[in-house]
């Protein structure tokens, strides 16, 4: 019975001992910049190094939200119009990861390449 | 129209896979329709709101506000569903009695059934707000008419609902003396996947480690993008490439489910 409120409890403490330690992230970490213009992420490709940490930044130029969208890279995440987000990838093996923004996925589609 | 379908079938799927199963749990409780339905209807509420504050919530948290967002309400629920799993268990005989005498299933007593309600309204609250944004997006910029939005939205809400329909009663043609143990497996095993989601989000905003990452990759199987790699992502937290951290988050809910669960049956069985 008292599972539920321990584990939340449990759940909570580690959300709130975390919060520091991501602005950890932001030292010696490679920053790397993408746009959303017309549904269309500009560039396309972004190429990163392997076994690192990198910060991507998504900036959204659009009017309307866009939803950051990748199962290889298990990022799911909105750019409301007119932001930019922060998405923290890695480390990473080498590979090709697609993403999409999955409210324009005919368009906004793109890859993240993974090289050592 | 087909991609307002498509995006609105895809949020509204993983809200009528909560829902069937939550449904099917609390089959023959008292007030069962007006508790989920009031659920969903604070859930669709919030989820406006949780669209309007979409920037604020973003930019929270040193920019990790949506993780820390999105892990919070998928621990709340994984602690309600799991509550009612144990609780369940514990009046696990005095259900049974009721089943013998009214011939019906399965909660005995409202007391789950707003924990219920809540999980249903949290499913809502979180996907309702991407389909919202998604709707307000392409109601802003497309050229597609009002009426193509409608048909669109319409249709995708159809068949999302037509999936947790299927579920549901998919779920009561099981015989009623197994039913209460499928659907408390199956509540268990959501929960196990909702904490799995939680740890993915904090892996994302930097919190936790990801430890081994892939632990595997079980996309030339299923892959999460198909409809059935869907709804299992959902039903029990499928995950193609899970990080090890979620393999823990996963064992470890699941685990601490079924052993209170256990424990908590043993107990009722003695004599008092």
């Given amino acids: 019975m008292s599972l539920s409120p321990t584990a939340s409890a449990l759940m909570a403490v580690v959300a709130l001992l975390a919060v520091p330690s991501a602005s950890a992230w932001a030292e010696d970490v490679a920053v790397y910049r993408i746009s959303i213009k017309d549904h269309h992420f500009v560039p396309e490709t972004v190429t990163i190094p392997a076994n690192a940490k990198v910060t991507l930044i998504v900036s959204n130029e659009d009017a309307t939200p866009e939803e950051f969208d990748s199962i290889p890279l298990r990022r799911e995440k909105v750019v409301p119009a007119g932001k930019e987000v922060t998405i923290l990838l890695g480390p990473l093996k080498p590979g090709s990861y697609a993403f999409t923004g999955e409210y324009h996925e005919d368009t906004a589609k793109g890859t993240v390449l993974v090289k050592e | ?272």
């Fill in chain 2, 1 to 272: 129209m087909l991609a307002t379908a498509i995006i609105v079938f895809r949020e509204v799927l993983e809200m009528a896979v909560v829902a069937g199963v939550v449904l099917a749990a609390a089959e023959g409780a008292p007030g069962r329709n007006r508790w989920v339905a009031f659920g969903m209807l604070v859930g669709l509420a919030g989820a406006g709101l949780v669209a309007l504050f979409a920037g604020s919530i973003s930019d929270a948290a040193e920019g990790m506000g949506q993780e820390y967002f999105n892990t919070a309400i998928l621990a709340f629920a994984a602690g309600l569903i799991g509550w009612t799993v144990i609780w369940m268990r514990q009046h696990g005989r005095e259900m049974a009695a009721k089943l013998k005498e009214t011939g019906k299933s399965v909660v005995a007593g409202e007391s789950p059934m707003y924990m219920l309600a809540v999980v249903v309204g949290l499913a809502v609250l979180r996907e309702g707000s991407e389909a919202v944004l998604f709707v307000y997006g392409i109601a802003l910029s497309q050229p597609e008419s009002v009426l193509d939005i409608t048909a669109g939205v319409l249709i995708g809400l159809a068949g999302g609902v037509m999936v947790g329909a299927l579920l549901y009663l998919g779920l009561l043609k099981i015989s009623t003396r197994h039913l209460f143990g499928v659907t408390s497996l199956l509540l268990a095993l959501l929960a196990a996947g909702m904490a799995a989601q939680a740890a993915g989000y904090l892996v994302a905003a930097g919190a936790l480690p990801a430890l081994v990452d892939p632990l595997w990759d079980s996309s030339w199987l299923m892959s999460q993008e198909g409809l059935a790699g869907r709804v299992l992502s959902v039903l029990i937290g499928y995950q193609e490439r899970p990080s090890a951290m979620q393999a823990l988050f996963y064992a470890g809910t699941l685990g601490v489910i079924l052993l209170a669960s256990r424990k908590a049956k043993t107990k009722s069985f003695r004599p008092a």
